[in-house]
């Protein structure tokens, strides 16, 4: 059953559609100031993120449960990843909580979605004994031996593994098992900032490169940004000059690159 949306939803829709999205300076403010105690300050960092959770949380409306409660979900996520967001780091906390949010509505669908509808069907009983003995993560594999169509059992895997394993789960008096999970891996969070970070950095590249001449941009592309770099030689062949003065062009063009990335960084900062 598709989630659908209710009164309520649709007032506190109406509520938040004036808010506005915070400029970088003025959230790192905010965010300094709620980790020093000014409560004010976490209301409007917090106030500013939650349309996004409700663009977040449309992505699950067809999950069957009602669309009040996921967004009410996410926003418990954003205030998770708000309490955890630190100033420092050179991330939104848009992009910082994205993971959060998506992990708090995942895990009430997969609740609400198991506790109610699971195994209801043929298929579905199936997929789950099939799941249980071979631990499939193959949509068209389990598809094929349960007799739904492919779509559904990419769907459906998720729930599936929900129901096997609980991170939540204590066993023998110990600590829940994701209090237990210990890796030196990077944490979804970090990873999601570094890929803003690889996004800023090829915008940057891009407005850097548009300040050059055609064929300085033609140079740095062959000789700084090419896997297999071309020679001195094999440029001015192509160019009608020496190697000498594509080596001059390429030194030229480098400094322009460093100016231009330092002023933008320094507007960014």
């Given at each position: 059953?598709?989630?659908?949306?209710g009164?309520?939803?649709?007032?506190?829709?109406?509520?938040?559609?004036?808010?506005?999205?915070?400029?970088?300076?003025?959230?790192?403010?905010?965010?300094?100031?709620w980790?020093?105690?000014?409560?004010?300050?976490?209301?409007?960092?917090?106030?500013?993120?939650?349309?996004?959770?409700?663009?977040?949380?449309?992505?699950?409306?067809?999950?069957?449960?009602?669309?009040?409660?996921?967004?009410?979900?996410?926003?418990?996520?954003?205030?998770?990843?708000?309490?955890?967001?630190?100033?420092?780091?050179?991330?939104?906390?848009?992009?910082?909580?994205?993971?959060?949010?998506?992990?708090?509505?995942?895990?009430?669908?997969?609740?609400?979605?198991?506790?109610?509808?699971?195994?209801?069907?043929?298929?579905?009983?199936?997929?789950?004994?099939?799941?249980?003995?071979?631990?499939?993560?193959?949509?068209a594999?389990?598809?094929?031996?349960?007799?739904?169509?492919?779509?559904?059992?990419?769907?459906?895997?998720?729930?599936l593994?929900?129901?096997?394993?609980?991170?939540?789960?204590?066993?023998?008096?110990?600590?829940?098992?994701?209090?237990?999970?210990?890796?030196s891996?990077?944490?979804?969070?970090?990873?999601?900032?570094?890929?803003?970070?690889?996004?800023?950095?090829?915008?940057?590249?891009?407005?850097?490169?548009?300040?050059?001449?055609?064929?300085?941009?033609?140079?740095?592309?062959?000789?700084?940004?090419?896997?297999?770099?071309?020679?001195?030689?094999?440029?001015?062949?192509?160019?009608?000059?020496?190697?000498?003065?594509?080596?001059?062009?390429?030194?030229?063009?480098?400094?322009?690159?460093?100016?231009?990335?330092?002023?933008?960084?320094?507007?960014?900062?």
């Amino acid at each position: 059953m598709m989630a659908t949306e209710g009164h309520s939803l649709r007032l506190y829709r109406n509520s938040v559609a004036d808010v506005r999205t915070l400029d970088r300076e003025t959230e790192r403010e905010l965010a300094r100031r709620w980790r020093e105690g000014d409560r004010r300050a976490g209301e409007r960092l917090v106030v500013a993120c939650l349309p996004f959770v409700i663009a977040i949380a449309l992505e699950y409306r067809r999950w069957g449960a009602p669309l009040e409660d996921i967004v009410q979900q996410g926003n418990l996520g954003l205030l998770r990843a708000a309490t955890k967001f630190d100033p420092a780091r050179d991330c939104r906390l848009a992009t910082y909580a994205a993971y959060w949010i998506r992990a708090e509505i995942r895990d009430y669908v997969v609740r609400t979605y198991r506790v109610v509808r699971l195994g209801t069907t043929k298929a579905e009983r199936r997929a789950l004994r099939a799941y249980r003995k071979t631990r499939e993560s193959d949509p068209a594999t389990l598809a094929a031996v349960s007799g739904m169509t492919p779509e559904k059992a990419a769907w459906l895997l998720p729930l599936l593994a929900g129901r096997e394993t609980s991170l939540d789960a204590r066993v023998d008096d110990q600590s829940a098992l994701f209090d237990r999970l210990v890796g030196s891996a990077s944490t979804p969070e970090e990873d999601a900032c570094a890929e803003e970070h690889r996004g800023q950095a090829r915008v940057a590249v891009g407005e850097a490169l548009s300040d050059l001449t055609e064929r300085e941009r033609m140079i740095v592309r062959e000789r700084l940004m090419a896997d297999e770099p071309r020679t001195l030689q094999d440029l001015g062949v192509e160019l009608g000059v020496s190697k000498e003065r594509v080596r001059q062009i390429e030194a030229r063009a480098r400094g322009k690159l460093r100016a231009k990335l330092g002023e933008l960084r320094s507007e960014a900062a």
